[in-house]
């Protein structure tokens, strides 16, 4: 008995579901405007975790701004450009005034320290629809930017910590899928991925680098998704970028942004 009830609960959920889902080009804001398509830019505030295999984790909240260009038809390019500096700017600072309101600032050379961000390019993937149904979009395509890398070991050296490679400022490139899914009238999802290769390393860290020209670059690894409402502005996202070391160090890193915020 329970068990046909959990599965006619399941029936009428699904029902329900695909009874409300449309398509894409049938979305309707409050203004009577599609929302995929007429939400460009993304005000958010956001929490940001980094995480490294040598260093100390650090996270605290951030706010920025994105862009964004949505097509739903096929043989339709769409775009998406951030560059997480701002944010990760006023993250810096809040953390640095925290440190010398703790008077730790005669003890931050000895801290551990990790740091996963953009550069003054950004990050910028371009997408192709190349499968675009009603409910389903299917868009590969590239991804490209810069990054900032760096990491700190703690040492037994005067200064307390070095940092080795892999570490400073590289441009990098890869494949990217974008996948598209209304669940209903009222919500549909982005899920994305990246996998990008680091080509060249513009600069080396200014302090405490130990220098290795011929040392491997690493690779990147990105997922990622955001919900968002047609009726409301509101959105949440969720963004897992992994730095991948092939070289001798066999170092990682991680940087998790979980994001809340609105499009307009």
Do not use: C
């Amino acid at each position: 008995m329970k068990k046909n009830l959990y599965l006619f609960l399941i029936f009428m959920l699904l029902s329900v579901i695909t009874g409300y889902a449309q398509s894409f080009k049938d979305l309707k804001n409050k203004k009577n405007k599609n929302p995929f398509t007429e939400g460009n830019i993304k005000l958010f505030v956001r929490y940001t975790h980094l995480k490294g295999k040598f260093t100390e984790p650090l996270s605290g909240p951030t706010v920025n701004v994105a862009t964004k260009r949505d097509r739903f038809q096929a043989n339709q390019f769409r775009y998406r450009f951030e560059n997480p500096t701002l944010g990760d700017g006023i993250f810096t600072i809040v953390r640095g005034f925290k440190r010398l309101s703790n008077d730790e600032s005669r003890v931050t050379t000895n801290r551990s320290e990790l740091t996963l961000a953009s550069g003054f390019v950004g990050w910028h993937q371009a997408s192709y629809n190349v499968l675009a149904k009603d409910r389903l979009i299917v868009s590969p395509g590239v991804s490209f930017g810069d990054v900032l890398l760096g990491t700190k070991r703690r040492t037994n050296t005067q200064s307390g910590s070095l940092v080795t490679d892999p570490a400073g400022y590289y441009f990098y490139a890869g494949p990217h899928v974008l996948v598209s899914y209304l669940v209903n009238k009222f919500i549909w999802i982005d899920a994305y991925l990246n996998y990008d290769i680091t080509f060249v390393k513009v600069a080396n860290p200014k302090n405490d680098y130990v220098e290795n020209p011929d040392y491997a670059l690493p690779t990147l690894f990105t997922i990622g998704g955001d919900v968002f409402t047609s009726k409301s502005k509101l959105y949440g996202g969720a963004r897992l970028v992994k730095m991948m070391d092939t070289g001798e160090n066999k170092d990682s890193g991680t940087r998790f942004d979980l994001s809340l915020g609105f499009v307009f």
